[in-house]
C-alpha cells in the first residue's frame, strides 16, 4: 500500500468560486474550491504503486481536491478574510463535500478547517486541513490527513 508523500501532495494555485443564489442549481448560494497538485508520474495511472515525483512519465496523473457545497459568509473575499472557519466530518450537516480522483476512485477528503489570509486583489491565500480517504474506493494508498497551504483565485458566478 502506498503511503502518499508530501512530495506528491503539493498543491498549484486553484480556484474559489461563489455560486450566486441568483442561479438555478442545487448548490446556488455556496461556495466551491478547486485545488489541483503538481502533476506527477506513473508507470500505471491505476496502480499507486507506481507514482512517483516529477513528470518523467511515462503516464502523467493530474488530479485535484474539488470541494463543494461549501456554507461560507458572504459572497466575496473580503467576508472570508482573516477568518478561520471549522467544519464537521461528512455525512454531518455542514461538512463540505471533498473528493480526489486518484487511483481509480473518487476518494472522499474531509477539510475540517479552512483559514483564510489577507485577500490580494482577487486571490486569497487559505490554509486547509484535510483527511483523506482512500479506503473507501479500495484504493490502495493509506488514508493520511495533511494541512496545505493554498492560493486560490476568486471568481463569481451569477
Known sequence: MLELSDDLLRLEPGQIVYLSPLRSCPVAGTWAITVPLVPFSAADRFDP??????????????????????????NDLAALTERTFDFPINPHPGCIDASIYLGGGHNPV??????????????????????FDFTQEGVEIANRSAVFHANLQFERLD
Request: charged share 25%.
Open 49 to 74: 504503486a507506481t507514482f512517483r515525483p516529477g513528470t518523467e512519465g511515462p503516464e502523467i496523473i493530474k488530479a485535484a481536491i474539488v470541494g463543494e457545497f461549501i456554507d461560507l459568509p458572504g
Open 110 to 131: 474531509d477539510i475540517t478547517r479552512m483559514e483564510f489570509g489577507a485577500a490580494r486583489s482577487q486571490y486569497v491565500d487559505v490554509v486547509l486541513h484535510a483527511a
